[in-house]
C-alpha cells in the first residue's frame, strides 16, 4: 500500500518536472509512444506515481531510460502535461538517485551550485595549468613544451580515473535499485556473459532510438554524429595523445588530423545545432530546457571551440595565443566532463544501456524460470 | 363518398388501375372514382375540391402515398380523409405488375373505402369552463424559473411551496461554477433577484409555507386546494409544473464511510453550509482544515444505495475544493471519484483544481479511519495503478451524497383492477409511491407514476417533461438529476409545455403525441360491466370511477392511444375515426384466397408511432417485403382488442404479426404501456385460439423500433415461413 505523498511532485519540480498535476491519466501517451512494450508501460504510468508521491517505485523503476524523447506523446497529451519532459525530468531524478557522492542532486536543485562548480572547476584547472606548465615558447609554436606529455597524461588519467569510478558506483547502485524492484529472480552469472551483447549494442548504436517517430529531424543521426564525435575524440586525446599533443606539424592527410575534423565538425554541429533547437523552441525535445541542459550545451560547444582554436592557431604558429586557447580549452574540458559525465546529463551514456542490459537480464532470468520444470514438491502438496 | 387513385410516383407504371378503380367503383359502388397523375399537385387537389364543393363528397379515399407525407396538402376542411399508401408500402416494395402486387393494392383499397365509409368526422371535446392558469409546485430553483417563464409568457401562475421562503436547495449554495467564460470562476447565483422577480410579479400568486391537500379534474380544469397555515384556499388551473426537487441521500446510511461514527466526516451539503458562514473548520474542534478529502459517488451508482449518477456530485465537489484552496492554498486535496464526470464546460473547472494541486484518486475507497486528534486516513484501490494507497492524515472527510427526488419517499401503493367481486384477472399495473405532493384525485393513485428510481417523468429521451399525468410536466431534480443550467432549461420547458396543454385543451385537441387529434374515446355505458380493464389499463390515468364502479372518462387527460379501447371486453369504448367495428371490418374486407391458390395472407397490425413508419422507410429504400401482408395501422399496439384476432383467423387469414414499440424498462412504447399491455393480453389469447383449434404460433408480436426498417423484411419473411411449416389456417372458406 502506497501512502500518498503530495511533497514528492513538489520536489520533482527542480528537476524540471512541472506539469505532472496537469495529467489526466487518459492514456493516450502511453498508446502513442512508439517505444513503450507490453511489459513496460509508461509514461502514464510514471506519471501517475509522480502524482501518488510514490517515490520509492519511481526510483526502482527503469522506465525513464527506456524513453528517448522522441516527444511523440508530448504532441498527442490532451492536457498539456509534457509527458515526454516529466520522462526527462524522472532521469534527471535518478541521476540523483544513483549518485552516491549526493553532487548529482544539488547540481539538478540548486543553480548557484551549479555555476559555482563550474567557476571553480575552471580556475582551479586554470590554475592547475599556471602552477604545472612547462617552458614557454615564444618563437615558435611548441604545444607539447607548453603542455609536457608527462604530466598532462597522468592527469588526464587520474581524472578519468576517478571519473569513472565515481560512474561504476553510481551503475552499481542503479543495477541494486532496479533488480529490487517487480519480481525477483535470481541471476545465473552465464547470463550476465551472454547478455553483454545487449549492452555492447545499445551503448553503440542506440538503436532504440531508431524506432521514435520523430518525423522533422533524424535525431538517432545527429546523436550518433555527436557520440561518434565524442568517441573519436576522447581516444584521440587519451590514447593518442601522442599524436594530438605534440609539437609536430603533421600532414593534412595525416589520420589524427583527419580524425580530429570529423570529431569537431561532428560535435560542434550538432551541439550548434541543438543550441539553435532550443532557442527556437520547435520540436518537443527542445521545448523545455532544464538549466543543466544550458550548462552541458554550452561547455560542449566552448570546450569543441576553444579545441578547434587551438588547432588552428596552432598551425598558424601563433605561440601565445595557442597555449592561452590550450589553457581554456582544459579549463572547460574539465567541468564539463567532471560535471556532466558522472553527475547529470552525461551520465545517461551509461545509463540507457545498462537500463537495456539489466532489463533483458531480468526478462531472460524470468523466462527461463518459466521454463524449467518445477522439480520438487513441497511439504503442504503432499500433505493435501 | 369519392376515392382519388394517383398514378404518379411509379403508382400507374406497377398497377392495373383500371381493375383497381372497379374495386372502388363496381365492388363498393363509390359515386366518385377519379385517377389522376399528379394528385398532390395544385391541380390535382384543385379536382378533389371541385368535387368537394360539386359532388357534394364529405369522405375521400386518397389512394397515393403514405399518409405521413403530403398531409397538409391532402386537408379539407369538414371532410373525413383516408389515405391508401399505395406508394411506400405496395408498389415500391413489391414487384411492379405483378398478380400478387394488385392484389394487395385492391385489399388496401377496401380497407381504405370500408374504413371512409364508417367512420365519423370527430367533434372535438368542449372543456367547460376552461383555466389557463399554470400550478407551479415547489418554489426552488425550477419552481421560480417555471413560474417567471409563464408569467414572462403572458399566463398567470399559481406557486406552492412548502417552506417559508424560496429558493429550495440552491439557496443553500454559497457560489456556483462560472457559467461564461472561462468556467472556471466561482459566481454569485443571484437567487435573490429570481425570487423578487416572482414574488413581485403580478402574474403570480405565491402561496408559501403551504401544501396542496388535493387536486381534482383534468387538464384545462383541476381545481386545486391549498392549505396554507390552517386556511384552505382553491385555485382553478389549466396545467400544472411539477417542481418539486429533490434531497439528499441520507447519509446516515454510510457508515462504511465513516459518517456518524466520526465527528470529522461530514456531507457535501454541510461543507456548504459552512463554507456559506465564514471558513471551513473541523467540527471536533473548530480547528480551520489543512487537508480535506472528498468522497464522490458517496452512496451513488452503488447497487446497495442510490444506483444512478446525480449529475452534479462531481462538479460540486470541484467548486467545494476550490473554496478549500481559497481558504488555504496550501491546504491538500484528496478528491476520490468514479468517473469524473465534469461534462462539457465543467472540463475547466475539473482542470483548475487539478491546476491549484488537488490529487486525483480513481477507484473504490476501501475505508476511512480515524487516527489520532479526529483525524482521518482514507484507503483505496487506486486503479490507475492497480495499487492499494493510503492518504495521510486530514483533518475533514466531505461526502458527495447523491440526490432523490421527492416523488422517490411515501409508501409504495399499486392500485389494482380487483373489485368487491376479485374476478378479473390482473393486467400489470404500477406503483405509486404516496409522496404528499400532489394529492391528486385519481383512481390509479394521489401522484404521478415515477420511472425507476422514483423519478417524476415518463419517458427517457423522447418526451422530456411528461409524466404520466397529462398537464402535469416535471422539471427540474425531481424529474431527473441536473444541474443548475439544466434546471433553467428544464423549468423554461416544462412551462412551455404547460402552456402547450392548456391552449390544445381549449381547442379540444390532444396533447403531445397527437396533437393534431381531436378524437377522444366515448363510452356506451349501457353495457359496461364495471370490470374496471380501462381504468386501471390508460396508461395516463384518465379514467376515474363514480360510486357505482362506473368508468369516468377525463378526456382532457386523454391522450387518444386507444388503450382502453384495445381493454374493453364489451368493445364499448371507441372513438369517431377508430373503433373496434372500424378495424373488423377493414380486415373482413382483405379477400383471403381459397387454400389451393397457396397465397396466404397475414394481417399486420403496425403501431402508428414507429412500425408503420418503418415500413415506409423500408419502401423508401426498395426493400422487397412478403406480398402476402396486408397493414392495418394502429395508434398504438395497446389499442388492439382481441376480438380482431378472432376475427381475423376466423376469416382465414393464416398469421398475425404485431407490430409495436419496446416495452420494459426502456420502453420506447409513445403511450407507454401500450405495447406492454398488447403483450400482456396475447398472453392470454392461447385460450381464444384453442377454441378454434389453431396453433398459438399464427400470432407473433414482434418490438421493432424505427431504425429496425431494414430488419423488417426479414422479420416477415420468418414469420412467413412459421406459418408455411404450420399450414394454411383451415378456416379459409368458411
Ligand atoms: S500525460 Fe497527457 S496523454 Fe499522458 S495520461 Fe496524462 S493527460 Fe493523458
Ligand atoms: S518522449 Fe517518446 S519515447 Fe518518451 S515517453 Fe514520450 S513517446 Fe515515449
Ligand atoms: S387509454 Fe388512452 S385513449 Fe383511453 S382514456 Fe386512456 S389515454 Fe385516453
Known sequence: ???????????????????????????????????????????????????????????????????????????????????????????????????????????????????????????????????????????????????????????????????????????????????????????????????????????????????????????????????????????????????????????????????????????????????????????????????????????????????????????????????????????????LLGLEVPFTKWSHLAYRPFALYFMRLKESALQARARRPQTGVTASEIGG | MGVYICTGCDIGESLDLEALSKVAASEYKVPVCKTHPFLCSAEGAGLIKQDIAGEGVNAIVIAACSPRVNTDVFDFPDVFVERVNLREQVVWCHPANDEDTQMLAEDSLRMGIVKAQQAELPVPFQAEDISKTILVVGGGLAGLTAAAETAKAGYRAVLVEKKETLGGWAAGLKNVVGLQPPYTELEDLNLADRVREVEENEKITVYKNAQIEKIAGAPGMFDVQIRQNDNLYSERVGAIVLAAGAVAYDATKLENLGFGKYTNVITGEQLEEMAG???????????????????????????????????????????????????????????????????????????????????????????????????????????????????????????????????????????????????????????????????????????????????????????????????????????????????????????????????????????????????????????????????????????????????????????????????????????KNYSVPIIGSMLKAIEVPEEDEEKPRILVFACENDAYPALDMAGLNRLSISPWVRVIPVRCLGSMNLVWIADALSKGIDGILLLGCKHGDDYQCHFIKGSELANYRLSKISETLNRLALEADRVRMVQVSIMDYDKLPGIIEEFAGRLEEVGPNPYKGF
Open chain 1, 1 to 335: 500500500m502506497v501512502t500518498v505523498n503530495p511533497r514528492f511532485a513538489e520536489k520533482l519540480k527542480k528537476f524540471g518536472a512541472k506539469t505532472s498535476t496537469e495529467c489526466f491519466n487518459c492514456g493516450t501517451c502511453t498508446a502513442v509512444c512508439p517505444l513503450v512494450e507490453e511489459e513496460n508501460l509508461f509514461p502514464r504510468k510514471m506519471i501517475r506515481y509522480i502524482q501518488l508521491g510514490a517515490e520509492e517505485k519511481v526510483k526502482h523503476s527503469v522506465e525513464p531510460w527506456l524513453c528517448y524523447y522522441c516527444g511523440e506523446c508530448q504532441q498527442y497529451c490532451p492536457r498539456q502535461a509534457n509527458p515526454g519532459e516529466l520522462m526527462m525530468a524522472l532521469r534527471r531524478y535518478l541521476t540523483s538517485v544513483y549518485d552516491w557522492t549526493g553532487l548529482s542532486r544539488k547540481l539538478y536543485t540548486s543553480k548557484a551550485w551549479e555555476v559555482l562548480s563550474i567557476i571553480v572547476l575552471f580556475f582551479a584547472t586554470l590554475g592547475v595549468v599556471a602552477l604545472l606548465h612547462g617552458p614557454i615558447v615564444t618563437t615558435h609554436t611548441e604545444l607539447e613544451t607548453f603542455a609536457p606529455r608527462h604530466i598532462v597524461d597522468p592527469a588526464g588519467w587520474l581524472f578519468g580515473g576517478v571519473l569513472s569510478i565515481i560512474l561504476l558506483i553510481n551503475i552499481y547502485r542503479m543495477y541494486r535499485l532496479v533488480m529490487t524492484s517487480g519480481e525477483q529472480v535470481k541471476i545465473p552469472w552465464s547470463l550476465y556473459v551472454k547478455e553483454i551483447f545487449t549492452l555492447a549494442l545499445h551503448f553503440f548504436t542506440q538503436r532504440r532510438f531508431l524506432d521514435c517517430k520523430s518525423r522533422r529531424t533524424n535525431r538517432w543521426l545527429k546523436h550518433w554524429l555527436l557520440m561518434t564525435g565524442y568517441a573519436v575524440a576522447f581516444i584521440l586525446v587519451n590514447a593518442l595523445s601522442k599524436w594530438f599533443l605534440t609539437n609536430e606539424f603533421l600532414s593534412v592527410f595525416h589520420p589524427a588530423r583527419l580524425l580530429g575534423y570529423y570529431a569537431t565538425i561532428a560535435m560542434l554541429y550538432v551541439t550548434t545545432d541543438a543550441i539553435i533547437g532550443r532557442l527556437r523552441k520547435v520540436e518537443p525535445v527542445h521545448q523545455y530546457s532544464h538549466s543543466t541542459d544550458w550548462m552541458f550545451l554550452i561547455l560542449l560547444w566552448l570546450t569543441v571551440f576553444t579545441g578547434l582554436l587551438v588547432h588552428v592557431f596552432k598551425y598558424l604558429d601563433l605561440p601565445l595565443p595557442t597555449y592561452y586557447t590550450f589553457a581554456l580549452h582544459l579549463a572547460f574540458t574539465v567541468p
Open chain 2, 277 to 575: 458562514q465564514g471558513a471551513i473548520k473541523r467540527p471536533s474542534d473548530g480547528k480551520p482544515v489543512e487537508s480535506v478529502a472528498f468522497i464522490l459517488c458517496a452512496g451513488s451508482r452503488d447497487k446497495e444505495h442510490l444506483p444512478y449518477c446525480s449529475a452534479i456530485c462531481c462538479t460540486e465537489s470541484l467548486k467545494q475544493a476550490l473554496y478549500v484552496k481559497q481558504q488555504n492554498p496550501e491546504a491538500s486535496v484528496y478528491i476520490f471519484y468514479k468517473d469524473m464526470r465534469a461534462t462539457g464546460n465543467y472540463e475547466f473547472l475539473y482542470q483548475r483544481v487539478q491546476k491549484e494541486g488537488a490529487l486525483f484518486f480513481r477507484g473504490d475507497v476501501l475505508g476511512v479511519a480515524e487516527v489520532a486528534d479526529g483525524q482521518l486516513v482514507i484507503a483505496a484501490e487506486d486503479v490507475l495503478v492497480g495499487e492499494g494507497i493510503k492518504t495521510e492524515p486530514v483533518d475533514l472527510v466531505v461526502l458527495a451524497t447523491g440526490m432523490v427526488p421527492v416523488t422517490a419517499i411515501g409508501e409504495k401503493l399499486v392500485i389494482k383492477a380487483e373489485d368487491d367481486k376479485g374476478a378479473q384477472e390482473e393486467a400489470p399495473a404500477d406503483e405509486i409511491i404516496r409522496s404528499n405532493i400532489l394529492n391528486l384525485e385519481y383512481r390509479q393513485g394521489p401522484e404521478v407514476p415515477p420511472l425507476k428510481y422514483g423519478f417524476a417523468d415518463s419517458h427517457f429521451i423522447c418526451f422530456p417533461y411528461e409524466t404520466r399525468r397529462t398537464g402535469i410536466y416535471a422539471a427540474g431534480s425531481v424529474r431527473a438529476p441536473m444541474d443548475i443550467p439544466a434546471t433553467i432549461r428544464d423549468a423554461t420547458g416544462a412551462a412551455l409545455k404547460a402552456i402547450q396543454c392548456v391552449e390544445l385543451t381549449a381547442a379540444g385537441s390532444a396533447v403531445h403525441p397527437r396533437v393534431w387529434d381531436l378524437s377522444f374515446p366515448e363510452f356506451f355505458m349501457q353495457r359496461c360491466t364495471q370490470c374496471k380493464r380501462c381504468t386501471v389499463e390508460c396508461p395516463f390515468g384518465a379514467i376515474n370511477e363514480d360510486e357505482k364502479f362506473n368508468p369516468l372518462p377525463n378526456p382532457t387527460r386523454c391522450r387518444r392511444c386507444g388503450t382502453c379501447m384495445g381493454s374493453c371486453p364489451e368493445r364499448i369504448i371507441s372513438f
